[in-house]
T-cell receptor
Framework: SQQGEEDPQALSIQEGENATMNCSYK?????LQWYRQNSGRGLVHLIL?????REKHSGRLRVTLDTSKKSSSLLITASRAADTASYFC????????FGQGTTLQVKP | ETGVTQTPRHLVMGMTNKKSLKCEQH?????MYWYKQSAKKPLELMFV???????ENNSVPSRFSPECPNSSHLFLHLHTLQPEDSALYLC????????????FGPGTRLTVL
């Protein structure tokens, strides 16, 4: 498997529900970043969590990092239709390696 | 609006054409990047420039030629492309070259006929 793999590949939920996306990586990291991409647009940085941090919050976003399992999760609480997008994790190993992303659809 | 602009937004070219993609960042950053995003593949890093010097070239075919005349501008010159080069080409910038937070432009959707 590749560095920075997301799971699931696709997720469909109702507005108001929570969405959880997971990311696994293979080698030691300096930090791990989450990005969002609306269809056909550029990526927007959401949150960065450093290797010595375990949890970070930003608004409705909560990111966790477990370096022992080489995994991270992104939780979006109280989802909105506007959260519909693709979400990518990127592991910083001295290079930034992106996963293939999770496509999230939030139905109104 | 991330402070990184790209032109053109869409480009259709034949395999014998020569064209250039332009990226400009208004953030005072020192590093700029070109990425290629193809369907169903992870984002691929193509080139990295730090303080106008190329510091990384990820085995990109020579039909892609980058140019960084100053820290605010980055070009990708294209010639003799193949249909498989059709993709979304994204430019990004960051404060330093340490791959911390990257700011992406909206991308150029390239179609090679």
């Amino acid at each position: 498997s590749q560095q920075g793999e997301e799971d699931p590949q696709a997720l469909s939920i109702q507005e108001g529900e929570n969405a959880t996306m997971n990311c696994s990586y293979k080698t030691s990291i300096n930090n791990l970043q989450w990005y969002r991409q609306n269809s056909g647009r550029g990526l927007v940085h959401l949150i960065l969590i450093r290797s010595n941090e375990r949890e970070k919050h930003s608004g409705r976003l909560r990111v966790t990092l477990d370096t022992s399992k080489k995994s991270s999760s992104l939780l979006i609480t109280a989802s909105r239709a506007a959260d519909t997008a693709s979400y990518f994790c990127a592991s910083n190993t001295g290079k930034l390696i992106f996963g293939q992303g999770t496509t999230l659809q939030v139905k109104p | 609006e991330t402070g990184v602009t790209q032109t053109p937004r869409h480009l259709v070219m034949g395999m014998t054409n020569k064209k250039s993609l332009k990226c400009e960042q208004h953030l005072g950053h020192n590093a700029m990047y070109w990425y290629k995003q193809s369907a169903k593949k992870p984002l691929e890093l193509m080139f990295v420039y730090s303080l106008e010097e190329r510091v990384e070239n990820n085995s990109v075919p020579s039909r892609f030629s980058p140019e960084c005349p100053n820290s605010s501008h980055l070009f990708l010159h294209l010639h003799t492309l193949q249909p498989e080069d059709s993709a979304l080409y994204l430019c990004a910038s960051s404060q330093g070259q340490g791959y911390d937070t990257q700011y992406f432009g909206p991308g150029t959707r390239l179609t090679v006929l």
